[in-house]
């Protein structure tokens, strides 16, 4: 058992390591070269292919091909794309020389790879962990603890060796997605179902998952999903370009912050890491809709609290709270609710079920919270007349962004408050 516990700990760490290396730090790299108004796509792009990446090959795990070699597969072609990313971009970094449309289509291509790994070591996980009669509930958290650590790991590499703002970063994310191509090929087999005879075109397919939707709790669940989602990319977007900001105006120049935004950020993920550790106590005693209820209010405070705050003393506490928060409102939303879908599900539903989470979440959800997100950051802040009236209408422009998005954490938790019914946590 514990030799099963160590091979996925070492999965989780790398999975998350490929994804820190760039996610809370791109935002910046893309503002220093002239794409600030962009960032917001680079980011919604996750959410579009997650619309149906995740789904597919969810379905194909659970046919036709070993969860664990479709993770490799995945990875293999993410960390290819993500390396031709980085090559490209470092060519050219001399100048101004990168072109948006090419950058962005690399880019695409990578994380079109990536982000059905999220749902498939999931699958590989709760597959293993089944297979060696152990209770996912208090098994899965402490292994995925570790995966959050890869994530602080690459984004303190990334800062420390002055990356933020250079396409190493992306050099970095590949280089890690190859090797965990090659360590996936080694962990435990997963059952796939196969051929079956006498099934409809849908049970054929393996979208048994989609008549989910037919449960009313169901249904309520994976729409505040889609809701709540729509918080998941904001703050990895734009917390590290509004952090750096601050850079021009005199008296937070040189603060830590500001020089080490990454660092700073990482807070957030140290107290995800320790957060983790208390999601079988709370989904025990409190059920699911309480959990996701402190996530939902959670963000409200990640928001609120960096709009009220400043790299300075003693504005940089509410800095440092908005990051203590940020683990409540990613844990108890992201690793909950795929426990509670991992035990509302039949498991030969497994992989397609988790594919349809991370769609409801990170595809929709995602896609039209970082787009709204750019429309409302480039509306306050990148517009040509708020620029030109300097650093300070820089810094309200994003005061007011902040606030927005914390509004609309708000009216979502009081809508999930009133409207999803009370439903405890299955019990072994």
């Given at each position: 058992m514990k030799n099963i516990k160590f091979r996925l700990t070492v999965m989780n760490f790398l999975e998350f390591a490929v994804w820190g290396a760039y996610l809370t730090?791109?935002?910046?790299?893309?503002?220093?070269?002239?794409?600030?108004?962009?960032?917001?796509?680079?980011?919604?792009?996750?959410?579009?292919?997650?619309?149906?990446?995740?789904a597919i090959m969810g379905i194909v795990a659970d046919r036709w091909i070993p969860a664990q070699?479709?993770?490799?597969?995945?990875?293999?072609?993410?960390?290819?794309?993500?390396?031709?990313?980085?090559?490209?971009?470092?060519?050219?970094?001399?100048?101004?020389?990168?072109?948006?449309?090419?950058?962005?289509?690399?880019?695409?291509?990578?994380?079109?790879?990536?982000?059905?790994?999220?749902?498939?070591s999931n699958s590989v996980a709760y597959t293993a962990l089944t297979q060696a009669n152990m209770d996912t509930v208090k098994a899965f958290p402490p292994i995925r603890v570790l995966g959050t650590v890869g994530f602080i790991v690459t984004m303190w590499v990334v800062d420390l060796c002055g990356f933020q703002a250079t396409p190493n970063q992306f050099l970095v994310s590949g280089g890690l997605s190859i090797l965990l191509a090659l360590y996936s090929l080694t962990l435990p087999a997963c059952p796939v179902k196969g051929k079956v005879e006498?099934?409809?075109?849908?049970?054929?397919?393996?979208?048994?998952?989609?008549?989910?939707?037919?449960?009313?709790?169901?249904?309520?669940?994976?729409?505040?999903?889609?809701?709540?989602?729509?918080?998941?990319?904001i703050t990895n977007a734009y917390a590290n370009p509004f952090i750096t900001s601050f850079g021009?105006?005199?008296?937070?120049?040189?603060?830590?912050?500001?020089?080490?935004?990454?660092?700073?950020?990482?807070?957030?993920?140290?107290?995800?890491?320790?957060?983790?550790?208390f999601i079988p106590f709370f989904l025990k005693k409190f059920g699911i809709k309480s959990v996701m209820l402190m996530a939902m209010l959670a963000w409200v405070l990640r928001f609120g609290f960096f709009g009220a705050g400043d790299p300075g003393m003693?504005?940089?506490?509410?800095?440092?709270?908005?990051?203590?928060?940020?683990?409540?409102?990613?844990?108890?939303?992201?690793?909950?609710?795929?426990?509670?879908?991992?035990?509302?599900?039949?498991?030969?539903?497994?992989?397609?079920?988790?594919?349809?989470?991370?769609?409801?979440?990170?595809?929709?959800?995602?896609?039209?919270?970082?787009?709204?997100?750019?429309?409302?950051?480039?509306?306050f802040v990148n517009a040509k007349e708020v620029v030109d009236a300097g650093a300070m209408a820089v810094w309200q422009g994003w005061q007011i962004s902040w606030y927005i998005f914390a509004g609309f954490a708000l009216v979502v938790a009081l809508a999930f408050w009133v409207i999803f019914p009370k439903t405890p946590v299955k019990k072994d």
């Open positions: 730090s791109m935002g910046t790299y893309l503002a220093t070269h002239g794409m600030a108004t962009n960032i917001g796509w680079f980011y919604s792009i996750q959410g579009i292919v997650s619309l149906f990446m995740p070699k479709a993770l490799s597969l995945c990875h293999a072609l993410a960390g290819s794309f993500m390396i031709a990313t980085g090559a490209y971009a470092y060519a050219l970094m001399a100048g101004d020389g990168v072109q948006f449309a090419t950058l962005f289509s690399l880019y695409t291509a990578s994380v079109a790879f990536f982000m059905p790994t999220l749902a498939l006498n099934k409809s075109l849908i049970e054929a397919l393996g979208l048994e998952s989609f008549a989910l939707f037919k449960q009313k709790k169901m249904a309520i669940f994976f729409v505040f999903s889609m809701l709540l989602g729509m918080c998941l990319q021009a105006i005199k008296e937070f120049a040189g603060t830590f912050g500001v020089e080490h935004a990454n660092m700073l950020i990482s807070i957030s993920q140290i107290c995800e890491a320790l957060c983790i550790l003693p504005g940089v506490i509410l800095f440092v709270l908005s990051c203590i928060v940020y683990g409540f409102a990613f844990d108890f939303f992201n690793i909950s609710g795929s426990l509670y879908v991992d035990q509302e599900t039949d498991p030969s539903q497994r992989s397609s079920a988790q594919g349809l989470f991370v769609m409801m979440t990170n595809g929709f959800g995602a896609t039209i919270g970082t787009l709204a997100a750019q429309a409302i950051v480039n509306h």
